[in-house]
């Protein structure tokens, strides 16, 4: 069945560290991964998003990797700032389904100055 | 950057009252959603709406759930008659295109007493 979840629920890093955020999915029907952003009172920000015939994708300071054979996904967030704290939803789309995305538990990043 | 608009903020009902909750999507988008978080879980899919019909729903959007776009840029949710369980933050999104990322609105709490 569909499911997506998170191995790490907290995360703490130094401020200018690199963060690696992770997350598992079971449905192999999925094509198409998004991270989200949720800050406090806010809701989900577009990070960036990989479809499944790619299995790595950058943006400003942040890479999504996608491993289809262990059905795996990752965000790395390059030189991490206070800024950067928040929980992080990964987020899949099943092939055939346009509409609905299934999101993961979350995983709250604290950054320390 | 344009935005999704949610309002109100907060809303606060009697148990089997019925509420409304309202979204501005962003203009050039033509697909909607909502979505809802109970606190301390996961994201989860309501409803989708394209061309002024839904698309899809989840086995939480029963009768007592409707949505509309009553006009050209507004988007709502009505509950008919509000159980505790419905209380929640409810997030509205929209996408340009069915296989574009979900951009959400900042959510409407409804406690539900």
């Known amino acids: 069945g569909e499911s997506v979840g998170l191995h790490l629920p907290t995360l703490s890093v130094q401020e200018g560290d690199n963060s690696i955020i992770n997350c598992a999915y079971s449905?192999?029907?999925?094509?198409?991964f998004i991270w989200y952003k949720q800050e406090s009172g806010k809701g989900p920000q577009f990070i960036i998003d990989?479809?499944?015939?790619?299995d790595k994708r950058q943006g400003q300071r942040v890479t999504v990797l996608l491993n289809k054979t262990v059905k795996h996904l990752s965000l790395q967030i390059a030189a991490t700032q206070p800024g950067d704290s928040a929980v992080y939803f990964c987020?899949?789309?099943?092939?055939?389904?346009?509409?609905?995305?299934?999101f993961g538990k979350g995983t709250l990043l604290t950054v320390n100055p | 950057e344009p935005e999704v608009t949610q309002t109100p903020s907060h809303q606060v009902t009697q148990m089997g009252q019925e509420v409304i909750l309202r979204c501005v999507p962003i203009?050039?988008?033509?697909?909607f959603y909502w979505y809802r978080q109970i606190l301390g879980q996961k994201v989860e899919f309501l409803v989708s709406?394209?061309?002024?019909?839904?698309?899809?729903k989840s086995e939480i959007f029963d009768d007592q759930f409707s949505v509309e776009r009553p006009d050209g840029s507004n988007f709502t949710l009505k509950i008919r008659s509000t159980k505790l369980e419905d209380s929640a933050m409810y997030f509205c999104?929209?996408?340009?295109?069915?296989?574009?990322?979900?951009?959400f609105g900042n959510g409407t709490r409804l406690t539900v007493t």
């Open positions: 999104a929209s996408s340009r295109t069915g296989g574009s990322p979900l951009h």
């Open positions: 449905n192999s029907a999925s094509d198409y």
């Open positions: 990989i479809r499944s015939n790619m």
């Open positions: 987020a899949e789309r099943t092939s055939g389904s346009n509409y609905k995305l299934t």
């Open positions: 203009s050039n988008h033509l697909y």
């Open positions: 709406f394209y061309n002024n019909e839904i698309s899809e």
